[in-house]
């Protein structure tokens, strides 16, 4: 595995590779999530390109930007253990410059849900999404479906910027509980790790609900949130696969999303029916 600091270095490597190319780009602190992302990619490339770069532009004055995870030599051993060819690991100031021009998520889409409470949160992830792509050339990237609205946007921006990258939608991992994977879940105490669990419970429920034949999103949502009521949600919402609010499950084309903060960790999950 060859290790690449230097977005110029890495644009020059890229020149001299041969072969279909998958990206998975993260911001460390793997986990099983990420590792199904890189699996996949490597099951359908020649070649891995995994980027660690916790991205100070995503993250909002007074969010985790500071304490969030680093394990980048945890991180290199499992790379390198998984058959990952490239990993790209910039600094900051190698990647944003001054008075330099970024992405603008959509007005509607990029400041709804997540976008509602961390305004601008996708105008930081979109910018350092592009710069990657750009740097890296994938023929595909990979994306989990943990973060949805993300996901989406990904999508509309490489369609909306006519950029030569397939993108795909990876399922989320969880553990054997169901708590859905995620490099914040190191922040939560043994008793919050407990309440986290309600995200993953509520989903179910709306689930099952729907197996059994029920379809108005009000009702689903009232279900999810009283399950939810010890933990302190910001939003349940029902949406189709663009991101449209929806009163009635589509099937096939319907997203369940929640959003809580369980002690100060600010967490999210879906369920895609
Ligand atoms: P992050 O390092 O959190 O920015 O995540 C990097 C990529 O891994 C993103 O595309 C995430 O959606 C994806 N990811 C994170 N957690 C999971 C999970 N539990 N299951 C599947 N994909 C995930």
């Known amino acids: 595995m060859k290790i690449i600091k230097y977005p110029t270095d890495f644009m020059k490597t890229r020149k001299e590779i041969k072969g279909k190319v998958g990206f998975v780009p993260t911001m460390g602190a793997l986990h099983q999530g990420h590792l199904s992302l890189i699996k996949q990619a490597r099951e359908e490339n020649d070649v891995v390109v995994v980027s660690i770069f916790v991205n ?47 992405v603008t998520a959509p007005k509607i889409k990029g400041y709804i849900l997540e976008g509602l409470n961390r305004p601008g949160h996708f105008d930081g992830v979109l910018t350092v999404v592009n710069k990657l792509l750009n740097i890296v050339k994938p023929d595909i990237a990979y994306f989990g479906k943990k973060d949805a609205q993300q996901l989406y946007l990904v999508k509309k ?99 369940i999303l929640v959003a809580a903060k369980v002690g100060n960790t600010r967490l999210i999950d879906n369920l895609w029916v």
Request: charged share 40%.
């Open 56 to 102: 100070p532009t995503q993250f909002l004055p007074g969010e985790d930007f500071e304490k969030y995870p680093r394990k980048y030599e945890a991180d290199r051993a499992v790379c390198e253990r998984v058959g990952v060819d490239y990993l790209f690991m910039p600094d900051v100031k190698d990647i944003y410059f001054d008075d330099e021009a970024r």
């Open 157 to 255: 921006m490489v369609r909306d910027f006519f950029l030569d990258t397939e993108i795909k939608e990876c399922d989320i991992v969880r553990e054997p509980d169901g708590l859905a994977m995620s490099s914040r879940n190191v922040y939560l105490s043994e008793e919050e790790r407990k309440k986290a669990l309600l995200l993953s419970k509520s989903l179910k429920r709306a689930g099952k609900l729907i197996m059994a034949g029920e379809k108005k999103c009000d009702v689903l949502k009232k279900a999810m949130e009283e399950i939810l009521k010890p933990i302190e949600v910001e939003y349940i919402e029902i949406v189709s696969r663009d991101f449209e609010k929806i009163d009635e499950i589509q099937k096939e084309n319907s997203i």
